[in-house]
């Protein structure tokens, strides 16, 4: 029986990897779109709020998005070693070395580094969900 490991974690790498670049795409083409659209919406204290926190939510994706592109770089290197074990030992190792991290009394598995990965996500989609909602307030107020 094969070990599972190697596709797991290159899958793995590979949807952190798309996690990590539609987002700020999508914030690009949407901040673009409504600077073309919309941009008389933006007269009142309220927009002006509005627009503060679209602001904040659109780097917060972009900053969530940056650590998924570096989560993926990780799981690329664990992929790169024969067993699970031996490439989570490295991915701390680097994680120690550059500071970001002190060295685990024992390496983590899989699972709770795709557990860490996931939240991310879901962090990344609360921060994108603040951005659209914040564009959005300014126009339905115009709206009305």
Do not use: C
Request: aromatic residues 6%; hydrophobic residues 60%.
């Amino acid at each position: 029986m094969s070990d599972p490991y190697p596709d797991q974690i290159s899958a793995l790498a590979r949807w952190s990897l798309i996690q990590a670049l539609w987002p700020p795409a999508l914030v690009a083409a949407i901040s673009i779109a409504h600077s073309l659209v919309a941009p008389e919406a933006y007269g009142s204290s309220l927009a002006i709020v509005a627009r503060l926190a679209a602001i904040a939510g659109a780097g917060a994706v972009l900053a969530v998005s940056a650590i998924l592109f570096f989560d993926a770089l990780l799981f690329r290197l664990m992929a790169s070693y024969e067993d699970e074990q031996k490439g989570g030992a490295a991915v701390d190792d680097i994680l120690a070395r550059m500071r970001l991290k002190p060295v685990p009394p024992q390496t983590r598995s899989l699972a709770n580094r795709a557990a860490g990965t996931r939240r991310l996500v879901r962090l990344q989609r609360v921060a994108l969900t603040v951005f659209i909602v914040a564009l959005g307030l300014p126009l339905l107020a115009v709206a009305a």
